[in-house]
């Protein structure tokens, strides 16, 4: 799995409206989703480091949570897109495996 892609893949997504899921049944299980994005689970807390998503509204104990994008995160999209765009043409299409691995 290539770090930056499923970063881009996760600002992505939530830019088109949809929300990470997270699901905490009970402290031995936790899970989490984000349509489009099966590695979510590697990227988010670098999401929410970055301050790229935020808890879309307040959350009671035991309830599902929802992330959504911030200004910032919209900002780190942008700057993702215009980096995937500068790539040479054989990078992109070479699909996935052309990207490098964020640091």
Request: charged share 20%.
């Amino acid at each position: 799995m290539l770090v930056r892609a499923a970063l881009l893949d996760a600002l992505t997504s939530l830019s088109r409206g949809h929300l990470i899921v997270c699901c905490h049944d009970d402290p031995s299980t936790f899970g989490i989703h984000l349509d489009g994005v099966p590695h979510i689970a590697t990227v988010f807390r670098s999401l929410v480091d970055r301050g790229w998503i935020r808890l879309a509204r307040p959350v009671l104990l035991g309830e599902i949570e929802y992330w959504t994008l911030t200004p910032l995160g919209l900002d780190a999209l942008r700057e993702g897109r215009a980096w995937y765009y500068s790539l040479p043409v054989w990078k992109r299409v070479a699909g996935r495996a052309g990207l490098p691995v964020a640091a």
